[in-house]
Every structure is written in structure tokens, then in C-alpha cells.
């Protein structure tokens, strides 16, 4: 009888023997053991790890915990865990490696990695955004071995924003023969280049770890972006015992295919080592040919062309499936944001996991590569901190070995907003290993870097009196905007709550007299602080520019290179600084939200960064609170001649996008009515597009869309009768997986939901839509998907009719025929009544639901209809933003307590000092614009009888800026004043402290820099 199973595995054995004689990697992802503890045990071979987890690589623990308040990642990480891990493997080896030399790699593991093999230790590694290895080779035995990895996220928060927990990379066995290449040990550079002709010069790094002196063959092909041999040399080496030797090939290529952002052509260099004619290893490397010119006058040039750097700076963790990132979603992400116009992405703050840089090279995209955020503590726990003075220079080395070969890596990027005389160490060493690209910085080390990056200050209007700079320039950080999916406000907003003066910020009229929006996401009663606001769609809300004056600036000024707006997509963290903590748990300054939908801003950028003819209109055009006639700026993004705005079949004008900042958007105050809105977009006279917004109905069905292969991103759209999106729609949807393939994560774009994103299979939409994120475990099989909802309007506001939809989606094999049937309830018993038709609900019901395929329960739902559930409806006076400060109860306190006694207090609390001596409160106070002297302005009570005020120590960045500032008495003892003090800040992370010195100390609200 066949046996297929042994077929199968006898053919993965010949595959990777197959590997294996040639020195290739053979990939170590697949069935790990995990369990988050600290057992010191776990390094032994035979420990019992049969109670732990199984899960493959990548893994990324944070990402699939709770969101949790009290989590130690805070605020700044997203209410995310830490803690200590570990990670085991047990694997066999083939016979054929016996001979073998045995390298793992990791690509990525965050952080302070531990490494033992059969109990033998191997090694420590810190940094968390590294790749690194180790030889495996005398430690390995024929049968049952096994890796241990502890991971040591135990001192938080060691980041200023989310970061993954866990091997959140691939990993890797590489088996060479003992005469092989170093790991990273081929350099391709190419020095000249003319449109003729390219200088191709290929050093490979050859390791003789046998005992004996060898003679080696090392040979260098070159194959063209067509896959054709172009090029060939080969040398005979003499290397010692135990030693090794860089060996120098170089070539001159005949009419080279240029690598651009636009014809991503990719060259391969095959290296082969030969002893005794037999092939010890071979290492396949990717470059491309391309030149890159930085000048002082006329900014960025790219093979010989003048060109803007259309940039967006992003978190390796941003996005909907935290750090493990799957390959094609990475793909997926890049090609969004090339969709959107942009050729360049600024790594905040921190090298990427290998993969991405080969994307980059393949897409086309620019890649300004960062190794770190601070040389010195930003976060309490950070790298900066824990390991900087003790191991930047390896993981420097580690990182410009690793990425030099990458073409689309046209910078390197040394840190982000801090300082320290390593700054000269950090340039040089990048000179020396790679003297062909330049560097830079997020405005840190400034006089030490080729090229003058600056993050928030180039923003300001300040920035653009002053003398142009002596170097070549580029905003490594701007503009920060802020946008909320499907959010309107024409009333501008500042992140301060109003135009700081310090800022010098561009203006931006509102765009009506009065607020005419008056939804929100939470409730005023419910919000923690005046900071918990949603932001606008319109570009009018930020620190001192809008995204279109920034693009002006740009765009026409000839020494500005470009810019990486903050940020591409929206990120978990940074929760607290902006937007006032808990429960919004997310960063919304990206053109593209969570869940990777694409925000108004995201059109914009298009019409101003495309070729491709497109039409978008912002807002929808559906506003059942709103007044008719109420006057709405409506505005359409389009990179036509012109567009002509249609309500209701009527005409109302033609408008054609301008070059102003003001103007780049067609414009129209459209009085509201129920009905659809058209815009018709033409060029030279002719219309080549349209399209348009309905009012919608309530929302009744859902409409579902896919893309993706190994990862399915499914889209889940909530629908009216006829078929148009209701943007408030909020519905829980439910999927239920039938087949090879597992959720990977919920996400809607929601920055107040903090149910869990991981090991759910329903979660409410947000605006109208949703996704659910999936992963094949096999390529065999049929893989259905169930999605359902009961939908309707949360607060029955206009409609208390409910209905109930299903759909099924095949993602891979044949469609299975579900035999769905609805069963429901809304007077709260066991769900009995099958689904036929809509019905009617009055108000505070709770509608169940069971879902079955014939006689087997797929799932059960519920959702609660009620006045007060969902989005806030409210007054105009309720969606106004009043600026606030940094709350003291929110802040970092020790040896004081939280009060809430009185009145006139903002947020929920104060700090009372008591009698204590030595307690203190502390801010943290990012500063993203240039290092000065700004005001300080903190609220406070004091109300001690017989006292002319109380004193407290003021310390900035652990600094004693006064010893002692006063603080007079306030009126009547329950009246709050305000204490001004001019303090400095250095740019990007500062810590503000008052501490008390006497045992009647004033009681402390809240701090305003201005």
C-alpha cells in the first residue's frame, strides 16, 4: 500500500538535504513551544514543556494580550503587557550535516534575548530591532536538540510607543561547509555609474573554520534583472587555518538597468565557494544600480533627476497585526502607501525585520533606515538606557553589514531627537563601512551629520524665516496631523488646545463660524480628561501646519528635499500625550488607520502625488442631527483640470484644484439636504470620472470583499437597503473560519476600543467598517468564512427596524453550501423565533442571536439597542474642544496620592502632597520642535491659614531648575491659580518634576507648556 505521509516527508527530507548541501537557510519558524514565565529550567533538553503553547514564528505575545490600563507599557505602549518569556524547539538533524557547520539566525527579537542549545549557553542580545547568530556547531548531536530563548521584557516601558514582545522575526538554520561565507558577508557595491557603463564591485567575506590551511575558489556571477549572465570571475584564495579573508571581484557592466522608484530592476550576485571542486557554499545577494546626489540648493537627486521626497515615517509595529507581521502583509502595507504617492518611508525609530528592506527593493521604494531612537534614556527602560554605552557599536555594525546591499536604502538615519558626543563615533563608523550613502538624523547630532534632518521644528513659520541651511535638508518629521476615519469638525484644532505661540504655527481659519458637527465617540461625562477628543477629517487639526501647507512648502522650495509626514499609518501607543490615555489607546496620525483604511488624507496626498485619474469627496452625506440648510463644507480631492459638484442632478459649479494650500482642494458651502452629492472630474474638457455620497438608510446588510493570498484581509462593509454605506454604522460583526486558516486579528480603526484585536471572532465596526485579518495554515483545503451581524442604528434615532445578515466568502478551494438558518430574541430568552424579515424593537432591548448550518451552532450574538449606546449625539456646546494640560493624576507620582475632594478640578483628580516630604510628581513632556526656554504654567490650590503660599522643588530632566517656586494662597482656599516658571526643554523626550519640601504643599491639577 502508498504510503503518502512517508512520501511526503521523505520528500521535505531530499528537499532539505537538497538545501543543505548547498549552504542555503532552511526555515525554523514552525512548531515552537511558548510559555510567558520565568523558568530557568527551561534551558535543559529534557525539561517538560508538554503544558506550554505551540505556536509558530513570528510571535508577537503583547500584541495578543488584553488592552489592560494597568498594563506596563502604559499609556506611551499602548496599555500592552511585558514580562518574561521563553520559547523552545526540539529538531533532529538530517545526517547529510554532520559535517555541517550550524548557524540560527534570528531576525528579530525584542528583547534582551538569551540563547542556549542542549543547555549550552550562547548568548545575550539586548536590542530588540537587531538580527543576529549564532554558530550551533559543537553543541549538536544527531537526534533531539533543542533551542531555548528567554525573553526579558521585565523593565517597562523600554519604548516610547508599542512595541512587540517575543521572536516577532523569522528564524533560520543556515548549514555551510566549515570553508564558507560569513553571514552578511557580501558587499556589492557600485561606486561609478554613467548611463554607459556601472563599476560593480563585489567583496565576500570567506570563513575557513576548519583546522587546516585551505585553497578556495570563489567565484562571482552577475545576472542581469532578467535573470541572463552578464558578468563572471573567478579567484583561487589561499585562507588559513581557523581564519578568514575579504576577497575583492569587480566588473563593468554595459548599458546598466537602473534601479528607481519607478523600474525597480534588481541585479543578482551568485557566490560560490569551491574546495577541492566540490561547492562548500553559495549565497545568492540582490543589488541594484542607482546614483543618489544631495545638494545644498536643489535638494534630492535620484539617477540624475531632481526629485521631491514624498515620505511618511512609520512604527514597525503600526498597523492591525502588531509586530509579527506576516510577509504579505508587509507587502500590503508598503504597496498602500506607493498607491497613495509615496516613494520614501522614514524607519521610526528603528531598523525594520530583513523582509521589509527586500519589499522596499522590489516595490520600488525608498527606504531612510534608522538604527536608533535615543543614545541615551528616552523611555524609563529603553535600550538607550538598559544596553546603548555597552553595545551600540556592535548592533551599529550588525545593522550597516546587514542593510548596505539594499538599494532602496538611500540614507542612514543615526537617531531620533536626542544627543551625546557618540555622534561623531556613529558617522564615522558608517563611513567607514559605507562610504558611498550619507547621514542623517531626527534632528539629533546635527553638526555631525552629511544631511540636516529636522522633525517637528521645520514645520513652523520660524523654520522658513531664517536663513536657509549650509547643508543638504530634509523634514524627517512632518507635519504632524491628526485624522480620525470618517470624523468631521470645521472648527480648527491644536494639539495644544490652541496656536502655541512657542510654535510659530502656519494659520488655518475655520472653515465655519460656528461648530455644525455634533457627534462623538465618547460621551462627555465619560471623559477622563478635556484631551479625549476625536480629530477632524477636513486637515484642520494639528501642532502648526496642515498636510497642504506642508506640501506647498515642499514642493516649492528648491533646498527642501522632501518630507516624512508622522505618520503613514495609525499606531498603538503615544496614547496618553495627545489624546488624554485611556481608553483610547492609539496614535491617529497616519493617512491610513489601524485597520489600514484609507482616511480623506489619504486622497489628498494622491491628488497631489498621482498621475492615475482620481476623484474623492469629503464628507459623506449623511447628517440625520443636522438642521436642513445647515451650510457644509463640502470639499473633493482630484488631480483633474477641474470638478463640477452635483446635489440632487443639480449643478452646483465647477471648481479646479489649485496650487495654494488653501486651494489645492475644490470647494463648495453646500446647504444640507437629504439626497446625493456627484462629483464629475474632467480633463481637457471631458469627463473621465465621477463619483458621489447618498444619504443613507439604516443599516440593514453587509457587503463583504477580499484580498490577499497567504493573508486574507477581508473587509466588511455595513450597508443600507439600497445598498449605501452608513457611516456611523457600529454593529458587532461575527466571523466563524471553517478550514485551514486562523484570525489573526479584528480590526476596525476604532483608537477607543480596547477589546482584544487577538483570539476574537467579533468586534464592532467603526464608521461603517470593519476587517478581520487571517492566515492560511495550508495550502490544501477549503477555507469558508461565515460573517454576520444584526444590524441596525444603536440608538434607534431615526429607524427602530433591525435586520439580520449573513454572508459566506471562500478564500481558498471549493464554496461550501451552508445550510444558514436564524434564530432570534429580544425579550432576552433563549433565541427561537427564526430570522425571516426585519422587525421592530423599542428602546434598551438586547436583540440575541444563534447562528446554525443545519443542526451544528456556528456562533451566537447580541447587541443592545439603547439611547445611550454608540456613538454621543449631542449639542453643539458638547463637540467643542477647550484646550487642556497634562493632568497630575495622569502623570508618574511616588509618596503623594490622588485626590478628588472639591470642586473646580480638571480631569478627575489632583495630587495632594499631604505631609509628605520627598514626594513628587512627573510629567513626561515630548518635544518634537527645536531645544529652548518655554513657559510653564501650573494650576494648583492652596488654602493653609496664616500662610502667605507654600513652596516646591521644580527639576527638568533631572535638573533643579528652582529650588524652591512659590505658590501664593488662592482666593477663598477653593479657588485654583496659576504658577508661571520659564523652563528648558531639550528636543524630543524631557521629564518635569515638582517635589515636595515642606509638609503643607499645594495641591497640584495640572501643567501647560506653552
Known sequence: ?????????????????????????????????????????????????????????????????????????????????????????????????????????????????????????????????????????????????????????????????????????????????????????????????TKQQADVVVESEVLNTSSNAVTAEVKAVVLDPNGKKVAEKSQLVKI????????????????????????????????????????????????????????????????????????????????????????????????????????????????????????????????????????????????????FNDWWERDLRSWL?????????????????????????????????????????????????????????????????????????????????????????????FRDGYPNERHKPFPCPDLTEKEIFTYYGIKPHDRENRKQFFNSSYDNAMVRVTARKNWELMRDTPWYSGHFRWTGFDYIGEAGYVHGGWPFRAFMGGALDLAGFKKDLYYFYQSQWTQEPMVHILPHWTHPKMELGTEIPVWVYSNCDEVELFLNGISLGKDKPGRKWDEMQCEWMVPWEPGTITAVAYKEGKEILRTSHSTAGVPSQLKLSTTGDECPVVTVEQLDKKGELNPYAENRIHYYVEGPARLLSLESGNPINTESNYGKTSRTTFFGRGRAFLKKTSEKGDINVVVAAICGEKQLMTSNEISIDNKLLTLQGEKKDFDVKIYYSIDGTKPKTLYTKPFLVEQDTTVRAYVYDGQRLLFSMSEKFSDDEGLYWGSVEDSLVVGGGEQAEDAEFNGVKVSTRGNWFNGKGYIDFGKSIGGYVEWYQENDGDAGDVNLAIRYRHAVKDQ???????????????????????????????????????????????????????YIDEIVVK
Open 1 to 193: 500500500m502508498y504510503n503518502h505521509s512517508i512520501f511526503h516527508l521523505f520528500s521535505f527530507c531530499v528537499l532539505w538535504m537538497a538545501l543543505i548541501t548547498q549552504g542555503q537557510k532552511v526555515p525554523f519558524n514552525k512548531d515552537w513551544k511558548f510559555n510567558l514565565s520565568d523558568n530557568r529550567q527551561a534551558i535543559e533538553s529534557d525539561f517538560n514543556d508538554l503544558a506550554w503553547d505551540a505556536v509558530d514564528l513570528p510571535h508577537d505575545w503583547a500584541f495578543e494580550a488584553v488592552y489592560s490600563e494597568d498594563a506596563v507599557q502604559g499609556d506611551r505602549g499602548g496599555y500592552k503587557p511585558g514580562g518574561i518569556a521563553w520559547y523552545r524547539k526540539e529538531f533532529d538533524l538530517p545526517k547529510i550535516s554532520s559535517t555541517k557547520r550550524v548557524r540560527i539566525d534570528f531576525d528579530a527579537v525584542y528583547m534582551n534575548s538569551e540563547v542556549w542549545i542542549n543547555g549550552h549557553y550562547l548568548g545575550k542580545r539586548p536590542y530588540g530591532y537587531i538580527s543576529f547568530s549564532y554558530d550551533l556547531s559543537k553543541y549538536l548531536k544527531p537526534r533531539h536538540n533543542v533551542i531555548a530563548v528567554r525573553v526579558d521584557n521585565s523593565h517597562e516601558p523600554s519604548a516610547r510607543w508599542y512595541h512587540g514582545c517575543g521572536i516577532y522575526g523569522h528564524v533560520n538554520l543556515v548549514y555551510t561547509d566549515a570553508v564558507h561565507i560569513a553571514k552578511d558577508g557580501v558587499w556589492v557595491a557600485t561606486p561609478q555609474i
Open 240 to 387: 588559513a587555518a581557523h581564519n578568514k579573508m575579504i576577497q575583492k571581484q569587480s566588473f563593468l557592466l554595459s548599458q546598466p538597468q537602473l534601479w528607481d522608484i519607478t523600474a525597480p530592476n534588481l541585479y543578482k550576485v551568485v557566490t560560490t565557494i569551491s574546495v577541492d571542486n566540490k561547492v562548500s557554499d553559495k549565497v545568492v545577494t540582490r543589488f541594484g544600480i542607482r546614483t543618489i546626489k544631495w545638494d545644498v540648493k536643489t535638494g534630492f537627486w535620484l539617477n540624475g533627476k531632481n526629485i521631491k521626497l514624498l515620505g511618511v515615517s512609520d512604527h514597525l509595529e503600526a498597523g492591525p497585526v502588531g509586530a509579527a507581521i506576516p510577509d504579505e502583509l508587509k507587502r500590503w502595507k508598503i504597496q498602500l502607501l506607493k498607491d497613495m504617492g509615496c516613494n520614501a518611508i522614514r524607519l521610526a525609530h528603528n531598523p525594520e525585520t530583513p523582509v521589509f528592506y527586500d519589499l522596499c527593493d522590489e516595490i520600488g521604494i525608498l527606504v531612510m533606515d534608522e538604527i536608533f531612537d535615543g543614545w541615551e534614556e528616552k523611555a524609563q527602560q529603553d535600550y538607550g538606557k538598559q544596553a
Open 401 to 493: 553589514k546587514r542593510d548596505r546591499n539594499h538599494p532602496s536604502v538611500f540614507i542612514w538615519s543615526l537617531g531620533n531627537e536626542t544627543k551625546g558626543e557618540v555622534a561623531k563615533d556613529l558617522v564615522r563608523i558608517c563611513r567607514e563601512m559605507d562610504p558611498y550613502r550619507l547621514t542623517t538624523s531626527g534632528h539629533s547630532g546635527d553638526e555631525e551629520m552629511d544631511v540636516l534632518g529636522v522633525n517637528g521644528a521645520s514645520e513652523s513659520m520660524k523654520f522658513f524665516e531664517q536663513l536657509p541651511p549650509n547643508k543638504p535638508f530634509v523634514s524627517t518629521e512632518a507635519p504632524h496631523t491628526w485624522q480620525v476615519r470618517g470624523f468631521y469638525r470645521t472648527k480648527t484644532w
Open 948 to 1002: 502667605e503660599g507654600g513652596y516646591l522643588k521644580l527639576t527638568v530632566n533631572g535638573e533643579v531648575i528652582k529650588a524652591k517656586v512659590f505658590f501664593p494662597v488662592t482666593r477663598h482656599g477653593t479657588n485654583y491659580a496659576k504658577s508661571w516658571v520659564k523652563i528648558p526643554l531639550k528636543k524630543g523626550a524631557n521629564t518635569i518634576r515638582l517635589t515636595s519640601i515642606e509638609n503643607r504643599s499645594p
